[in-house]
């Protein structure tokens, strides 16, 4: 999905809109951005409009300034989304969205990721954890927390494409891989 070469340049091309405009617009890009994927993902017909070419410039553009006028998009997002209904991108809407979400966090030095547990965390253990993360990264983290039996123990947390997998069931494989090879 992110690895579509047109839309990282679109998003790349918005962000640097957005980076002379100020932090304000970046964010307010973003938010704008992500209010029309959402309306995208609620209603799979969108996308189907959008990427079929029997449908006519004129009525995508219409489709979209409908939906970017019910959020109160920006005047440079609706100029963005007819650039790309005239050049026949707006099927890459979603995927635009993805990585311009991802620069903007790079920007602000937010990290996103997912902690996953043996069991349910306090939530003061959560807040803990998450603070000496962020000193160690060096950047505001963003996280999702889910329980996996699975792991018997410990905690795997996988931030960007990053995996720190420190649950005892990674430990006893690794033990085991130990054990087999006689050292």
């Known amino acids: ?24 617009e970046l ?29 006519k410039v004129e009525e995508k553009k219409a489709v979209v300034n409908a939906i970017l006028s019910k959020i109160k998009a920006k005047q440079m997002i609706v100029n963005f989304c007819y650039l790309l209904a005239d050049n026949n991108r707006l099927g890459f809407l979603a995927d635009i969205q993805a990585y311009y979400a991802e620069l903007l ?10 902690m996953t547990t043996a069991i349910n965390l306090e939530p003061e253990i959560q807040k803990k ?40 069931r990674a430990q006893l494989v690794a033990m085991k891989e130990t054990i087999k090879r006689g050292e």
């Open 105 to 114: 966090d790079e920007h602000q030095g937010v990290a996103r990721g997912r």
């Open 27 to 55: 964010v307010a890009y973003g938010k704008d951005l992500s209010g029309l994927a959402k309306a995208l993902n609620e209603s799979p017909q969108l996308d189907r409009i959008f990427r079929n070419p029997v449908f």
């Open 129 to 168: 954890l998450k603070k000496s993360l962020e000193e160690k990264t060096s950047r505001q983290l963003i996280l999702d927390y889910t329980v996996d039996p699975q792991i018997l123990g410990g905690l795997v947390l996988k931030i960007g494409d990053r995996v720190l997998d420190a649950s005892l």
């Open 1 to 24: 999905m992110i690895g579509n070469i047109v839309a990282r340049r679109y998003a790349r091309a918005l962000f640097s809109l957005g980076v002379a405009q100020g932090d304000a």
